[in-house]
């Protein structure tokens, strides 16, 4: 079970373009946290929960009115 739910957060394409798996390259073991060590992911990342969770945020507020 671990190892399915490791290839559906690792990503699931054969090529493609990410650049966290370019360590791989090199013969870097590969990690679970190898999404959070990718500076652009991270941030882009923490940008979309912020955002959607503002939205939740204000729209849930407007539930009781």
Known sequence: ???YLFMWWDGLVF???DDTK???LDGA???FLD?????KWLV???VS????SSVI???TSKLGT
């Open 15 to 17: 090529f493609g373009f």
């Open 57 to 59: 945020m204000s729209e």
């Open 22 to 24: 370019l360590a791989r």
């Open 29 to 31: 073991p590969v990690s």
């Open 44 to 46: 882009m990342t923490i």
């Open 49 to 52: 929960i912020s955002v959607i």
């Open 35 to 39: 999404k959070f060590k990718n500076k």
């Open 1 to 3: 079970m671990y190892d």
